[in-house]
């Protein structure tokens, strides 16, 4: 695969050495996305201390975190209400996107941990954006790195979310858009390594300088 390798026979915590965490940098930048297994000892507190080991962490502009943590979000979704028949349910996020892109930093790293999982399904779904750069073809690939795009939290989350109630929309605009945010982001970013990178995804709304009916 382009993506994603799993790290055994580690015990994840903020008390790590830094020589491991310089390790876990190396394969992150190689492979992109870390699996760990059988962390259940973590807690929301423990996970931010091992996060903060790779920066300062990130709390979200409009969603507050958990208590007695600065950034630690709860994703739950039990929240959610129970599909109609022929409906796709237990979805929060079921579109593809690079965590809060519609602020000027946003985060370089996402820690998720999953605390109950189901017994099927339920699976986060992750993109090389990277070797998506790499394979487009020459012409496409001088076009990207021209363009400009606008991100913004006030996405359509009615056509991400065909089924959602008058409430979940009511409750979406209440929090996560309770602060608009709009930042302009190049559409190739060149990483530390040297690597260019595609940074699109849901919260793109349109490219600078191209009017949205044709970006539709």
Known sequence: GRVGAIVSNIRLSGDLPDSTIARLEQLLRLHKVLFFRDQSHLDDAEQERFGARFGEPFAHPTQGALSGTASVLDLDTRRDREPKAGEAGGARADQWHSDITFVEAYPRITILRSVVAPASGGDTVFSN?????????????????????????????????????????????????????????????????????????????????IARADFQ
């Open 129 to 209: 954006t990277v070797a998506a750069y790499e394979t487009l073809p020459e012409p496409l690939k001088a076009l990207a790195d021209r363009l400009w795009a606008v991100h913004s939290n006030a996405y359509d989350y009615a056509a991400v979310r065909p089924h959602a109630t008058a409430e979940e929309q009511k409750q979406f605009a209440r929090q996560f858009t309770s602060t608009v945010y709009e930042t302009e982001h190049p559409v190739v970013r060149v990483l530390p390594s040297g690597e260019r990178t595609l940074l699109l995804g849901n919260f793109v709304q349109r490219f600078t300088g």
